[in-house]
């Protein structure tokens, strides 16, 4: 029986979400003793391989893995030609441009002729170039966030989520420059018999980004008002209604988007709906 072979990071931002991601899906990817190199899903044909991110986008074109959960900032940077099957909403940050506290700035020409420290050097030759500036790249492996203070660098060009690794070495992000997030990646060249495994999970992955994105909604309407509320109620088809004991009154039961749930909310009160209760929902075929 074929298997589909996935590379996910080994620690760092991206590495519990990936995991996360294979269990929601029903697909048991991680190794009890201390995340060994490589996991096999009991549950589904498919093979995990741990690995350090900067060299997920290589193995996948390569071959050596078929596909792969990365950041797309990875992908940017090694220029590696991977095909992205899926975004995957998580992990989403920024590179950025950071400074010294304490420096004095003055707009993006503040940047002209500085040392700017990065693990990015590939997106960073190319920012410089599309805002015509002209810095020095310092290219380092790993603890960019350190150069300024050390004195290696006057600025740094580098991932930020939360902030929080600037703030504790005393950094300030003053210009974003470009936007990622996680992207499931694979091979140009796959088989058909692994092209049917990855349309499989790819169903179960739209099935959870559906479900994180939709809520189940459940109120009481009163029957005179039931053409009003359901107008305001788009659900996948259309709402279920069901009776109640107090036969003025009916149970209306729909599906809304995250984004647009609160201004329902409101409507629907305004409408005269009450009782109104709202659930996460797990899984959404549609
Ligand atoms: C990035 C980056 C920072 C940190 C920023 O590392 O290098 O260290 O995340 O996140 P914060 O704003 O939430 O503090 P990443 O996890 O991508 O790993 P790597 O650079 O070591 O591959
Ligand atoms: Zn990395």
């Known amino acids: 029986m074929e298997r589909l072979k996935i590379a996910i990071q080994k620690s ?15 697909i048991s990817a991680s190794n009890n003793s201390s995340r060994l190199l490589f ?35 990875v992908i940017w940077e090694t220029g590696q030609k991977v095909v992205t099957a899926e975004k995957l909403g998580f992990g989403k940050c920024r590179l950025s441009l950071a400074i010294p506290r304490d420096a004095q700035y003055s707009g993006l020409d503040w940047f002209n002729s500085k040392k700017i420290a990065t ?8 920012v410089l170039q599309d805002n015509n500036l002209t ?25 930020v989520s939360t902030g929080s690794t600037l703030l504790s070495n005393g950094l300030v992000e003053k210009e974003k420059m470009v936007y990622s997030e996680a992207v499931l990646i694979k091979n140009d060249k ?29 109120l009481n ?26 036969s ?6 729909s599906v809304v988007e995250e984004s647009k749930f609160w201004d329902i909310i409101d ?17 959404m075929i549609l």
């Not at 603890?143 to 006057?154: N, Q």
């Not at 003025?248 to 039961?253: D, G, Y």
């Open 119 to 126: 693990t990015y050097p590939n997106i960073l030759k190319k």
């Open 12 to 26: 760092g931002r991206l590495s519990d979400k990936s995991i996360e991601l294979f269990e929601k899906a029903g």
């Open 221 to 246: 309407a009163p029957k005179d008002k039931l053409e009003d509320i359901i107008k305001l109620l788009p659900g996948m088809k259309s709402p279920s209604v069901l009776p109640l004991a107090d």
């Open 39 to 73: 996991a096999s899903a009991s549950d589904f044909p498919i093979d995990i391989l741990y690995l350090r991110d900067d060299d997920i986008p290589q193995c996948v074109a390569d071959g050596v893995a078929d596909a792969g959960i990365v950041g797309e900032n």
């Open 190 to 218: 796959l088989n058909e018999g692994k092209e049917q495994i990855l349309e499989k999970l790819l169903f179960r992955i739209h099935a959870i980004k559906a479900a994180k994105s939709n809520k189940y909604i459940l």
């Open 267 to 283: 409507q629907l009160r305004a409408a005269g709906a009450q009782g109104i209760l709202v659930v996460p929902i797990e899984k």
């Open 248 to 253: 003025n009154w009916v149970s209306v039961h």
């Open 135 to 159: 810095a020095d790249i310092h290219v380092i492996n790993g603890s960019v966030e350190i150069c300024p203070v050390i004195g290696l660098a006057d600025a740094i060009f580098d991932i």
